[in-house]
């Protein structure tokens, strides 16, 4: 646990100064309390996993290009899954293995007392809050909804598909798929990177125009996924599809915006415009 509350004190530091350098020459000037829990956010994620759903039915020849980079991409990694799987077993060492578990791995587990997602989504969330940022809150609210829609489509595929992880059974073996299934055979597809790839898009869409925000967000998605193929729990063809598609939930919560809320850059004054679409 010292680990953990070692995490926590650097969240807080971090996202103090991070709420103050984002928009350090652009200042709110309006009530931060628009940036709530309303009827509104609330029906967005039914919203949101609607349109996750009916997405293809809308794809044009771009999306269904990258549909078929990533279909292609994940279907070469499955056919060297178990040499990734070997090699990355035999780089591991006791440091490695001591990082991955203090560090990477509460981005995602289970128990949400220790999930880091969590407590820097709610840490952004209230800098925004004692700053009075009202980007800031939205973007920390968007991207909670981007995690939490991740989080249904990372069960039924997981429950769908039914694959064996690395560590189950006799000797790894990346052709056992046992279809839908209520057992715990849900290595296909990880959750821990669908959901942080979901999170880390959001923030690196909302402020692509400060480099080091995508490059942190990414950063740690990556770092992730690299993780759960470190600890043996997925395999790598795992990864690269749960990254692809967490990476495109997140882009979609934010371009479908069915929120209803835009943040407008233009100024007023010393404020930044809120601007909503209903």
């Known amino acids: 646990m010292v680990y953990h509350k070692y995490f926590i004190l650097a969240c807080s530091v971090f996202f103090i100064l991070l709420g103050s350098s984002l928009d350090a020459q652009i200042l709110p000037a309006f009530d931060s309390k628009k940036a709530s829990i309303t009827k509104q956010y609330i029906y967005s994620y039914g919203k949101d996993i609607r349109d996750v759903c009916l997405a293809p039915a809308h794809w044009q020849t771009k999306q269904w290009l990258t549909f078929s980079?990533?279909?292609?991409?994940?279907?070469?990694?499955?056919?060297?899954?178990?040499?990734?799987?070997?090699?990355?077993?035999?780089?591991?060492?006791?440091?490695?293995?001591?990082?991955?578990?203090?560090?990477?791995?509460?981005?995602?587990?289970?128990?949400?007392?220790?999930?880091?997602?969590?407590?820097?989504?709610?840490?952004?969330?209230?800098?925004?809050?004692?700053?009075?940022?009202?980007?800031?809150?939205?973007?920390?609210?968007?991207?909670?909804?981007?995690?939490?829609?991740?989080?249904?489509?990372?069960?039924?595929?997981?429950?769908?598909?039914?694959?064996?992880?690395?560590?189950?059974?006799?000797?790894?073996?990346?052709?056992?798929?046992?279809?839908?299934?209520?057992?715990?055979?849900?290595?296909?597809?990880?959750?821990?990177?669908?959901?942080?790839?979901?999170?880390?898009?959001?923030?690196?869409?909302?402020?692509?125009?400060?480099?080091i925000v995508p490059i942190v967000s990414y950063t740690i998605a990556g770092l992730v996924g690299l993780s759960r193929i470190h600890d043996n729990k997925h395999w790598a063809s795992d990864v690269f599809a749960a990254a692809a598609f967490g990476w495109a939930i997140g882009k979609l919560v934010v371009n479908r915006n069915n929120w209803g809320v835009k943040i407008s850059a233009a100024q007023q004054g010393q404020g930044v415009a809120l601007r909503y679409n209903f």
């Open 69 to 211: 980079g990533v279909a292609l991409g994940t279907f070469a990694l499955f056919t060297v899954d178990e040499q990734i799987q070997q090699w990355s077993q035999e780089q591991r060492t006791d440091f490695s293995n001591r990082f991955s578990e203090h560090f990477l791995d509460p981005w995602g587990t289970g128990n949400l007392l220790r999930n880091y997602t969590v407590y820097s989504l709610a840490g952004v969330y209230f800098t925004g809050l004692l700053t009075k940022n009202e980007k800031t809150k939205m973007v920390a609210m968007e991207a909670t909804r981007a995690w939490a829609v991740s989080s249904l489509f990372i069960f039924v595929t997981k429950v769908s598909f039914g694959r064996h992880r690395p560590h189950q059974g006799p000797e790894p073996d990346h052709w056992q798929w046992e279809g839908p299934t209520t057992k715990s055979y849900r290595s296909f597809v990880s959750g821990h990177t669908m959901a942080a790839w979901a999170a880390a898009s959001v923030f690196a869409q909302e402020y692509k125009d400060k480099p």
